[in-house]
């Protein structure tokens, strides 16, 4: 079945670090990926999404490259601020199988401190 | 204006009590689903409907009963609670998962569920 495999946290960085969230993935079928972010006390939030291989999601300063020849979507941005501290979550949707569920990553929680 | 909305924000209630929570969506998606993130912030799906119909239904207790009157509501009713419940229950909606399944999910700011 699909999986999606994300590096564990916490991660804790100082303000205008650069960030990397690692997340690899399997699928039978060719998927959709996308990144999420949870705020505290608050639901999920679309962060950015790719659909095709090499196609790049940015959002806010954040990107990340659907790459086929190594099943990764990993997350970066050059300068973290203190209010990116979040739970972020790699996910797809996998068009050929699972009328739509789409899987989560575990979730990896960042600090950035001022 | 809130797209995905759920009540109650916090729950709290005793073991074998029955309970339920309501989710509405104005996005126009004709897909909705019911999430559970445990203490570790992990996601698992529970249910999906698409325009009423059940489509996902993950090995979750028959104890819970998700019922959808219409394509906007979604809500999960939740017999003889148990400790284990204790969590955050997400809603979310999508465009039809038949249609795009491109389109991200929508979800509501969750349903914090104590189970003392």
């Known amino acids: 079945g699909d999986s999606v495999t994300q590096m564990e946290g916490p991660v804790t960085l100082s303000e205008e670090a650069f960030l990397t969230i690692n997340c690899t993935y399997t699928?039978?079928?060719?998927?959709?990926l996308f990144w999420y972010v949870q705020y505290p006390g608050e639901g999920l939030q679309l962060l950015l999404k790719?659909?095709?291989?090499?196609d790049k999601g940015s959002n806010k300063g954040f990107e990340a490259t659907y790459r086929k020849e190594t099943t990764s979507f990993h997350l970066e941005k050059g300068s973290v601020q203190v209010s990116d501290s979040a739970v972020y979550f790699c996910?797809?949707?996998?068009?050929?199988?699972?009328?739509?569920?789409?899987?989560f990553g575990d979730g990896t929680t960042l600090t950035v401190k001022p | 204006d809130t797209a995905v909305s759920q009540t109650p924000k916090y729950l709290v209630t005793q073991m074998g009590n029955d309970k339920s929570i309501k989710c509405e969506q104005n996005?126009?998606?004709?897909?909705m689903y019911w999430y559970k993130q445990d203490s570790k912030k992990f996601l698992k799906i529970m249910f999906s409907?698409?325009?009423?119909?059940?489509?996902i239904n993950e090995t979750v207790p028959n104890r819970f009963s998700p019922k959808s009157p219409d394509k906007a509501h979604l809500n999960l009713h939740i017999n003889s609670l148990e400790l284990g419940d204790s969590a955050v229950y997400f809603c979310?909606?999508?465009?039809?998962?038949?249609?795009?399944?491109?389109?991200?999910?929508?979800f509501g700011n969750g349903t914090r569920l104590t189970v003392t």
């Open positions: 409907y698409n325009n009423k119909e059940l489509i």
């Open positions: 699928a039978t079928g060719y998927p959709s």
């Open positions: 996910a797809l949707s996998d068009h050929d199988t699972n009328a739509g569920k789409s899987t």
């Open positions: 790719a659909t095709k291989a090499d």
């Open positions: 979310a909606s999508s465009q039809s998962i038949f249609r795009d399944l491109n389109s991200p999910l929508h």
């Open positions: 996005l126009g998606h004709d897909t």
